[in-house]
């Protein structure tokens, strides 16, 4: 255990080793600064000239809404176009059919939100040109959609009285030519070095030691790993994901993902401080993130390495940990810190069966993420922070008696009714949906349905519902792991997990941009001795409280109903 633990603290440091330069170079790249890797300038020029894009003209907020939420509908059209067409279309040397309607447009939506909820296995569901024309393409256009919306609001704290907040597409574009495509490069060549498949030819096939003929699907999967990471998509090239030994082949490649879905989001944390020239505002916010992190952590490696309870009354020794669903080559612990950095991030990818996790770390799984701002996703992570930052400033000025002001700006009624409301849509659709779906398993079971609703659940009871749960909670929080023993591959959850996916990826992006938008419209107040400052361990706590009494207190009575019935079930 010691050597599992002394892996998992040095992925860590290593991860924090390359995301403070990685923030600071990302706030160089995105203030306009000189950095190493302008000789890229005539691609982005080239980029610019050819796409009609003039980057001198600045835009305002709802401009730059404007442009991404109009680039995300044709993406989401030709995605869905590709998906349902795509068993005539070239690179599919295992002759995979197209996608349902249903399936289609369940999966478009998924990879365009960058969640990458697979209701299909990835070896017969989809085929290589999808894979990489589709699920690719969007791996880095949705992660640099999240990173240019989050620099539009570092630009709006950063600049006084201003409705100028740059330019969209030079953002954009600047995200992954700078940022996603050189570093998914390099991790994209450890792979492949380590045993992950290039290749574009079918299956193989080989005898196994028993005698038995294994088809072995195979493909260029070493690059669409690097990015299914790095930009906190998920969405695994085999169904069992990174628990796959091609997706995922040995302790080396198991850390370079941990670290590569870790870095963006924490750099971006930094970034802010580098941007604004406000370096420990950055460290309280990442103070704040990191204690949410420690408290969902700690409790699930206690959890998987004690065992299961229920498996230790028949009689069986557990001297590693619950290995239920674990892979021997990474073990418990090492996959107990995946699964709560996956879902604390939007990542959503999976070394190990969530499934059959023990029902605690089912619980601090299903919190990272209905809280969903602890680090976060590619700039979708802060961007759910900071509206959580909003509700603190004000309630604290409400607690002394004064304005509630914010990096020199005055919060009024306008911008606390939409971080109101962006705060309590999370938890509102994913409890309504799982009203809906808990309805229907229990009402309407036997509807005379493709699939009857009586089926959907492998495992009735507490586990059940959690599985329920955890299906809206992923798509909420554009997450994309699951509890697999939920049957979801049917019309009934493409089209409800659809719409949550929807939901929770652009009204978290509207809203935010919303208010720094208005606030970058205000006058500039100058910091007095009343002023709240905003880099202080108090103010980090506050916005910590704020987090637990909206968004943890939120879902307790469901997850009353689920892992923690669970828990105490076993005991």
Same mark, same amino acid.
């Given at each position: ?19 403070i330069?990685?923030?600071r ?5 995105f203030k ?6 302008d000789?890229l ?6 980029i610019?000239?050819?796409s009609?894009?003039?980057t001198k003209? *600045?835009?305002?907020? %709802?401009q730059?809404l404007?442009? /991404? &939420?109009? #680039?995300?509908? $044709?993406w989401? !059209?030709?995605?869905?176009v590709?998906?349902m ?11 995979n059919?197209g996608?349902s309607?249903?399936?289609?447009f369940?999966?478009?939506i998924s990879f365009?939100?960058?969640?990458n909820?697979q209701h299909?296995?990835?070896?017969s ?5 999808t894979?990489?024309f ?9 992660a640099a959609t999240g ?12 600049d006084?009285?201003t409705d100028?907040?740059g330019?969209?597409? *030079?953002?954009?574009v %600047?995200?992954i030519t700078r940022v /996603? &495509?050189? #570093?998914s490069f $390099?991790?994209? !060549? ?8 290039t290749?574009?030819a ?5 005898i196994s030691?028993?005698?038995?003929t294994v088809?072995v ?13 790095l930009?906190?998509?998920g ?15 040995n302790?080396?490649?198991?850390t370079?993902e941990?670290?590569?879905q870790?870095?963006?989001?924490i750099?971006?944390?930094?970034a ?18 990191t204690l949410g ?8 490696i ?7 309870p229920?498996?230790a ?11 239920e ?6 073990g418990?612990?090492n996959?107990?810190?995946w699964s ?11 070394n190990?069966m969530?499934?059959s996790?023990?029902?605690?770390s ?7 993420m ?24 004000f309630?604290s000025?409400?607690m002394?008696?004064?304005?509630p002001e ?19 849509l ?15 398993v229990?009402?309407v ?13 492998n495992n ?39 719409l949550?996916?929807?939901l ?9 941009l ?5 606030l ?6 100058p910091e007095s001795?009343g002023?709240?400052?905003s ?5 980090g706590?506050?916005i910590?409280?704020?987090i ?7 879902f307790f009575?469901?997850l009353?109903?689920g892992p ?8």
């Amino acid at each position: 255990m010691n050597t599992e633990l002394t892996g998992v603290i040095f992925t860590y440091l290593l991860t924090l080793a390359i995301a403070i330069p990685l923030g600071r170079y990302m706030a160089k790249v995105f203030k306009g600064e000189k950095n190493w890797l302008d000789f890229l300038a005539p691609l982005d020029r080239l980029i610019f000239r050819f796409s009609g894009i003039d980057t001198k003209r *600045e835009m305002n907020w %709802k401009q730059h809404l404007l442009a /991404l &939420l109009t #680039i995300n509908s $044709v993406w989401l !059209i030709y995605a869905f176009v590709c998906l349902m067409a795509q068993g005539h279309l070239p690179l599919n040397p295992d002759a995979n059919p197209g996608q349902s309607p249903d399936t289609a447009f369940n999966t478009a939506i998924s990879f365009l939100v960058n969640c990458n909820l697979q209701h299909y296995s990835g070896e017969s569901g989809a085929t290589y040109f999808t894979q990489h024309f589709v699920f690719m393409f969007l791996h880095f256009v949705s992660a640099a959609t999240g990173i240019a919306a989050l620099v539009v609001v570092f630009k709006a704290m950063k600049d006084k009285v201003t409705d100028k907040l740059g330019n969209f597409w *030079e953002y954009f574009v %600047k995200s992954i030519t700078r940022v /996603l &495509l050189p #570093i998914s490069f $390099v991790i994209a !060549i450890i792979f492949a070095f380590n045993g992950m498949t290039t290749s574009y030819a079918g299956k193989d096939t080989f005898i196994s030691m028993q005698g038995d003929t294994v088809h072995v699907s195979r493909g260029p999967v070493a690059p669409l790993v690097a990015i299914k990471h790095l930009g906190t998509n998920g969405g695994g090239w085999f169904g069992a994901n990174s628990a796959h030994p091609i997706e995922n082949p040995n302790y080396l490649t198991n850390t370079v993902e941990l670290v590569a879905q870790l870095i963006i989001p924490i750099a971006l944390v930094f970034a802010l401080g580098f941007y604004l020239n406000k370096k420990k505002f950055a460290y309280v916010i990442f103070g704040v993130m990191t204690l949410g992190m420690l408290l969902l952590m700690i409790p699930t490696i206690n959890a998987e390495l004690n065992g299961n309870p229920a498996i230790a009354h028949m009689g069986i020794s557990q001297p590693t940990g619950a290995m239920e669903g674990k892979e021997v080559r990474f073990g418990p612990l090492n996959s107990a810190y995946w699964s709560v950095m996956t879902t604390i991030t939007s990542t959503g990818s999976v070394n190990s069966m969530h499934d059959s996790a023990m029902p605690v770390s089912g619980l601090s799984m299903l919190l990272g993420m209905m809280i969903n701002c602890f680090y976060g996703g590619c700039g979708v992570g802060f961007l759910n922070f900071y509206i959580f930052i909003i509700v603190a400033v004000f309630i604290s000025g409400l607690m002394v008696g004064r304005t509630p002001e914010f990096l020199g700006r005055k919060i009024e009624a306008r911008e606390m009714k939409i971080a109101s409301l962006i705060a309590l849509l999370h938890p509102f659709i994913i409890l309504v949906g799982l009203a809906i779906s808990s309805y229907f398993v229990v009402h309407v079971a036997g509807a005379d349905w493709a699939v009857k609703p009586s089926t959907w659940l492998n495992n009735p009871g507490n586990h059940g519902f959690s599985e329920m749960l955890y299906e809206y909670s992923s798509s909420a929080a554009n997450n994309g792991s699951g509890f697999e023993g939920l049957g979801d591959g049917n019309i009934f959850w493409n089209y409800t997990t659809g719409l949550v996916m929807i939901l929770g990826r652009f009204l978290p992006i509207i809203g935010p941009l919303a208010i720094a938008g208005l606030l970058a419209n205000k006058k500039n107040i100058p910091e007095s001795a009343g002023t709240l400052k905003s880099d202080t361990s108090t103010f980090g706590l506050m916005i910590f409280a704020v987090i637990v009494i909206i968004a943890a207190l939120s879902f307790f009575p469901a997850l009353a109903l689920g892992p923690i019935a669970e828990h105490f079930s076993l005991k």
